[in-house]
């Protein structure tokens, strides 16, 4: 805990704008094993996430992200002081939309792979699952001002599918909706933030607080 809080306070120092625990305490797969194996998981991710929100509640004044499907964890997690919640699931649990719309919290739909066998166009695949998704939130109780879109560029994607929807990110930020990328590298964060993306998911936050600062500079000096 001591090395995760240090971690954090780089961090911030360095000027993140949120700080996000994510669920690695357990599987992210959609539910898709036995009941046994999911109830071991559910008390070690429990066990180790909502102490970790806690903790850098206490201790920082950043919003907290919490990535993780389950709607329970995200619960707990939103009374410890999470504010959003990432579900890389396609919302697999049907109770973690309601959870995150009773919590007050916002919700970030992310995209994890593409169909099989592979569609022809790996965008408009993309872009159908994740208005299907939004489509979720409104019966659940969710305003459009509390989503985000998140186009999983990291989440079982080829190469070339990656660098389709890093190429289309203005199309996809157009859909109405923030749009949060996963950026293997700097300057395909300088791509996705010069084309529409509003949110940078980043081990290197120096990396990108430079990039945003510049990017902004160059469009304010262009009108």
Same mark, same amino acid.
């Given at each position: 805990m001591e090395a995760f809080l240090s971690r954090a306070a780089q961090m911030v120092a360095s000027g993140a704008d949120v700080l996000e625990v994510d669920g690695g305490a357990a599987s992210s797969r959609a539910p898709a094993f036995v009941d046994q194996e999911l109830d071991r998981e559910l008390g070690r991710e429990l066990g180790r996430v909502?102490?970790?929100?806690?903790a850098l509640k206490a201790r920082f004044d950043a919003p907290i992200s919490v990535t993780t499907w389950r709607a329970v964890v995200a619960s707990e997690a939103f009374k410890a002081g999470a504010v959003l919640g990432r579900d890389i699931s396609g919302f697999a649990d049907?109770?973690? =939309?309601p959870a995150v719309a009773a919590s007050g919290a916002s919700v970030v739909a992310a995209h994890t792979s593409v169909s099989d066998p592979y569609p022809i166009d790996v965008v408009a695949d993309v872009e159908v699952y =994740?208005?299907?998704?939004? &489509?979720?939130?409104?019966?659940a109780g969710l305003a459009p001002e509390r989503i985000v879109l998140d186009t !999983?560029?990291?989440? !079982?994607?080829s190469p070339t599918q990656a660098l389709d929807l890093l190429r289309a990110t203005g199309r996809l930020a157009g859909l109405?909706?923030? =749009?949060?990328?996963s950026?293997? &590298?700097v300057a /395909? /964060? /300088?791509? /996705?933030?010069?084309?529409?993306?509003r949110l940078v998911r980043t081990h290197?936050?120096?990396?990108?607080r430079r990039v945003c600062a510049t990017l902004a500079a160059v469009m304010e000096a262009g009108g």
């Open positions: 909502v102490p970790a929100v806690a049907p109770d973690y =939309l =994740l208005l299907e998704r939004v &489509s979720w939130a409104a019966p !999983g560029l990291d989440l !079982g994607k109405g909706y923030p =749009l949060l990328v950026t293997p &590298s /395909a /964060a /300088a791509l /996705a933030i010069a084309r529409g993306a290197d936050v120096v990396g990108i």
